[in-house]
């Protein structure tokens, strides 16, 4: 059974940090791209960090210097540090991952339960 598992999420100050974790389990992980996504009330979720299988990351502009995707192999688990926060990051967070087949001609893609970040004063 595959599963992605996230924690970590929870109420914090604007200015504050949060680190979430996402504990994978039942498939490959160590070879497939990690993803962290949000998605806000009324909006559509929105990539907010990667991790490719050989070390590669990109962040978009709004979270650029703010948060870091990491990975642990021998944990199977990837985390997610989210430093200086603002009132707009608050969303569900989602664990995200994507994992070529066999053939390298198609993807499995798994997804976690979400876990909600809100920053507030």
């Known amino acids: 059974q595959v599963q992605l598992v996230e924690s970590g999420g929870g109420l914090v100050q604007p200015g504050g940090s949060l680190r979430l974790s996402c504990a994978a389990s039942?498939?490959?992980?160590?070879?497939?791209?990690m993803n962290w996504y949000r998605q806000a009330p009324g909006k559509e979720r929105e990539l907010v960090a990667s991790?490719?299988?050989?070390?590669?990351?990109n962040y978009p502009d709004s979270v650029m210097g703010r948060f870091t995707i990491s990975r642990d192999n021998a944990k199977n688990t990837v985390y997610l540090e989210m430093n200086t926060l603002k009132p707009e990051d608050t969303a569900v967070y989602y664990c995200?991952?994507?994992?070529?087949?066999?053939?390298?001609?198609?993807?499995?893609?798994?997804w976690g339960q979400g876990t909600q970040v809100t920053v507030s004063s």
């Open positions: 039942g498939f490959t992980f160590s070879k497939c791209a």
């Open positions: 995200n991952a994507l994992c070529m087949s066999g053939s390298h001609s198609t993807y499995d893609d798994y």
């Open positions: 991790l490719t299988s050989v070390g590669f990351t």
